[in-house]
């Protein structure tokens, strides 16, 4: 027994990574494509990245090879290939300064013009239910030039900045308004990186942070307050990618709630799904309890 088969669920979650190199990183989707749950549309236009992608996710990819952004001509600034620095914004030498090691990271050994892509522009593309976006400052812009594609999307996870790394970057907040405005939530951090300060370091490793933010994974959410503006199948999308993607276990219950409301899930629902959690391999004893101490027969909320 799965959550899957709880919710009754046959269908297909459309996942989309933009900016998908394979550095250092096991994505948080990854767990989908693994249940045969999804498919991945991946985007990556730097081509030293597109074998390690398809060697990555075979079949269960499709692999785009554009820059997406607002659909004009761009210089793009290429660093080192395991850096994750290349990107459609220059570097801000001050920027880099501040912190220690970024002046190498950020070096910048060529330059080429490029024609970018609008998202909505691209043909052939399915709604997407899932975004993972990670691409050194261009997110906004590819959020703004993309909304009829991402207009049935109930979970974001992108990549902000608190100290901006590159020019004319947009921060967290401006991130975070643009969000807001279109009826997302903040859900959780997956990630929040700090980095030590010039020329300090900690034990002599300047990888070792102290105390200063300088970007983060968030996850949104649509308006989690607003249940009755999803549909039924983006109701059973955000039960899966809040269990599988981000341990979300109260987010799954929440929509959950929800089915059961719209009479399409039975009333113990709940109860079977903190059953199926305790049965799997021992969670950490503060989960087991917290699942345990909620797992009582749950009224819908109507």
């Not at 001050?94 to 522009?121: C, P, Q, S, V, Y």
Request: proline share 5%; net charge negative.
């Amino acid at each position: 027994m799965t959550l899957q088969d709880l919710l009754g669920f046959t269908g297909q979650i459309n996942v989309m990574d933009i900016g998908a190199s394979c550095i250092n990183e096991t994505p948080a989707y990854r767990k989908l494509l693994d249940q045969n749950l999804g498919h991945l549309n991946a985007f990556e236009g730097d081509e030293r990245q597109i074998e390690k992608i398809r060697a990555a996710f075979g079949d269960k990819a499709t692999v785009f090879t554009d820059f997406l952004s607002d659909g004009s001509e761009q210089t793009l600034y290429l660093a080192a290939e395991a850096s994750g620095m290349t990107s459609l914004l220059k570097p801000d030498p001050t920027a880099l300064k501040f912190f220690n090691g970024f002046e190498n990271f950020g070096k910048i050994h060529n330059t080429m013009t490029i024609r970018t892509r609008r998202l909505d522009d691209v043909a052939g593309l399915p709604a997407i239910d899932m975004l993972k976006m990670d691409i050194q400052g261009s997110e906004l812009s590819v959020l703004q030039n993309g909304t009829r594609t991402l207009k049935d999307c109930v979970a974001l996870q992108l990549e902000v900045s608190f100290i901006c790394l590159y020019e004319n970057q947009p921060s967290f907040g401006e991130v975070d308004l643009w969000m807001r405005q279109h009826g997302f939530a903040p859900h959780c951090f997956l990630d929040v990186k700090r980095w030590s300060i010039a020329p300090t370091k900690r034990d002599g490793d300047f990888r070792k942070p102290f105390n200063q933010l300088l970007e983060a994974d968030i996850v949104y959410v649509r308006n989690p307050l607003e249940l009755a503006a999803y549909s039924d199948d983006q109701l059973r999308k955000l039960a899966l990618i809040a269990h599988y993607c981000f341990a979300s276990f109260d987010l799954c219950v929440h929509a959950l709630m929800e089915l059961i409301a719209r009479g399409l899930l039975p009333a113990d629902t709940p109860q079977k799904y903190f059953e199926l959690q305790n049965r799997k391999v021992a969670p950490p004893p503060a989960m087991t309890a917290t699942l345990q101490s909620w797992s009582m027969p749950l009224k819908p909320i109507r």
